[in-house]
């Protein structure tokens, strides 16, 4: 596809529901990022992919939180037992290793926790 | 630990105002410096990157220019489309290609 896209792009759960975040990274990028927003502050890095390898998951608030991008395209982030906490937009973003390894972001999936 | 610092947190400028957004940065080596844009409900977008001291790159009314310690982007007589989120981020050397970001400068140009 022309970017980066995400689904759902509005998702409401209830405290101790799971839900799962889809990314489509753009079309040949090795390179996919995942990022929380919260409401004022600028995105934080959650885990990083190279291909399906997770290279980095450092920033993984908690064992709740587990991402996976088993063929190297497609990527879900998936949080477990959710908190009022995790409510944030998370975003997605993703780059070529070639030239600039600029990140092109999503337009996020917006969480709120009731 | 790398750290992104913005100022001002939110800046109201007049049509036609020229301004400067700051982002100082502390980096165990620098890769790149990254400036994004982002409107309300949607995710940033990327404006430029910046790789050296003493670069500078433009585009229609913005200019960023990085030092050793800090960036800066100059909006040159602004509209009320400019208006947005503008967040900085760096790319440091060390680790992964994760960008650390800045809380962002929020700007509002009025009519």
Not at chain 1, 56 to 85: H, Y
Not at chain 2, 20 to 39: E, H, I, K, M, P
Not at chain 2, 89 to 96: K, L, P, R, T
Request: neutral net charge; charged residues 20%.
């Amino acid at each position: 596809g022309a970017g980066v896209s995400q689904s759902p792009r509005y998702k409401v759960a209830k405290r101790g529901q799971d839900v799962a975040l889809r990314c489509d990274p753009i079309s040949g990028h090795v390179s996919l990022f995942w990022y929380q927003q919260a409401l004022g502050q600028g995105p934080e890095f959650l885990t990083y992919f190279q291909n399906e390898a997770q290279l980095d998951k450092s920033g993984l608030p908690s064992d709740r939180f587990f991402a996976e991008r088993p063929e190297g395209s497609v990527s879900t982030l998936k949080i477990q037992r959710t908190q009022q906490e995790d409510s944030a937009v998370y975003l997605c973003a993703s780059s070529s290793p070639r030239g600039t390894e600029t990140q092109y972001f999503g337009p996020g999936t917006r969480l709120l926790v009731l | 630990e790398d750290q992104v610092t913005q100022s001002p947190e939110a800046l109201r400028l007049q049509e036609g105002e020229s301004s400067s957004l700051n982002c100082s940065y502390t980096v165990s080596g620098l890769r790149g410096l990254f400036w994004y844009r982002q409107d309300p409900g949607k995710g940033p977008e990327f404006l430029f990157t910046l790789y050296s001291a003493g670069e500078e790159k433009e585009k229609e009314r913005l200019k960023a220019t990085l030092t050793k310690k800090e960036s800066f982007l100059h909006i040159t007589a602004p509209k009320p489309e400019d208006s947005a989120t503008y967040l900085c981020a760096v790319h440091a050397n060390s680790g992964y290609s994760t960008l650390t970001f800045g809380k962002g400068t929020m700007l509002l140009v009025s009519p």
